[in-house]
């Protein structure tokens, strides 16, 4: 990947590693197996993770269920609420980030061989999407190219110091959900996404199990598309069974954060380039999306 070159910004040294007081600090010392070079790179990773204070994953089994939209909603929020917030969309071959947030002229920059999120008033985002020459461009990678690149992303960007770090991770439980929760070391926990029909939960449920095999906690469960309200009236229609997402997160034993309807603006504002929540504060449905994400929100309290 190839980023534009500017001035120097100020970044975490590894160095400051060496004076960490932290024995439990898996980057404190070298491993007989590892090379310098390896051990070198781990502290790095782990000099950029202990800057981040609160690591969040949105996840899906489910292809289509609006993961993108929870990611990008819950980094405004979390932005708009005064936080220093970083998003990671980390979609290889369908970042959808970039257009969202009307970023797709953006450009990421390099200082001193690190990478420097592209900036949306305060809010860092890095994006693949952020190094494709065209937006047609397909990336046709392995699995080996694709964690390499999540694991740049994370170690080699100068995120700074963060209040919130929210990954937008594809669907499945392949290479690039496995690569970026074992790259954010000690995470706190994944938010699940799906939409009401069984045929969606019955995949999501996937995530869940996922998340319990590689001891990721999980935050809870947003149930998308849940209804669909009028425009006009305000009515809110049931156009797909109702109440999957419930469902299904009281019988994997897991928190169920609430549903979010299907509403026209939605689809809108992430057209235009504008997060919904930042165009549509005042409509009902963001009220609705905000409440959802207090818990999220309380986190930062909590540690506070």
């Known amino acids: 990947m190839q980023a534009t070159q500017q001035p120097t910004q100020e970044s975490c040294s590894p160095s400051a590693c060496e004076s960490c007081s932290s024995s439990s600090c898996s980057a404190s010392s070298k491993t007989a197996t590892e090379t310098q070079q390896e051990f070198e790179e781990r502290r790095r990773l782990a000099s ?18 609006g993961k ?78 694709k964690t390499g690149v999540i694991t740049q992303f994370i170690r080699d960007v100068a995120w700074g110091d963060l209040d919130y770090l929210i990954v937008d991770s594809p669907p499945g439980t392949g290479d ?21 029909q069984k045929v969606a939960a019955v995949d999501v449920r996937k995530s869940i199990s996922f998340c319990r095999q590689i001891n990721l906690p999980i935050l809870g469960v947003i149930e998308n598309m849940s209804g669909f309200v009028c425009p006009r009236c305000g009515v809110t229609t049931a156009v797909f069974q109702s109440g999957g997402g419930r469902l299904m997160a009281d019988d994997m034993g897991v928190p169920f954060l609430g549903s979010v309807p299907i509403d026209p603006q ?39």
């Open 68 to 145: 993108s939209t929870v990611a990008v909603n819950l980094a405004m929020a979390l932005h708009l609420a005064g936080n220093k917030v970083g998003l990671l969309d980390v979609d290889i071959h369908g970042p959808s980030i970039p257009t969202m947030l009307g970023m797709e002229t953006s450009k990421v920059m390099e200082a001193d061989g690190e990478l420097v999120p592209a900036d949306l008033n305060g809010l860092k985002v890095i994006s693949l999407g952020f190094f494709l020459k065209e937006q047609d461009e397909a990336v046709i990678w392995r699995g080996p190219m």
């Open 176 to 196: 690039e959900p496995l690569s970026v929760c074992q790259t954010l070391e000690g995470a706190d926990g994944a938010i699940i996404v799906t939409t009401p």
């Open 266 to 304: 939605i689809a809108e504002a992430g057209d235009s380039g504008v997060a919904f929540l930042q165009r549509y504060a005042s409509s009902a449905t963001a009220h609705l999306f905000t409440e959802l994400l207090t818990p999220i929100m309380q986190q930062e309290q909590a540690a506070t």
């Open 48 to 65: 950029r993770l202990c800057r981040i204070k609160h690591k969040i994953v949105v996840l899906s089994g489910k292809g289509g269920v």
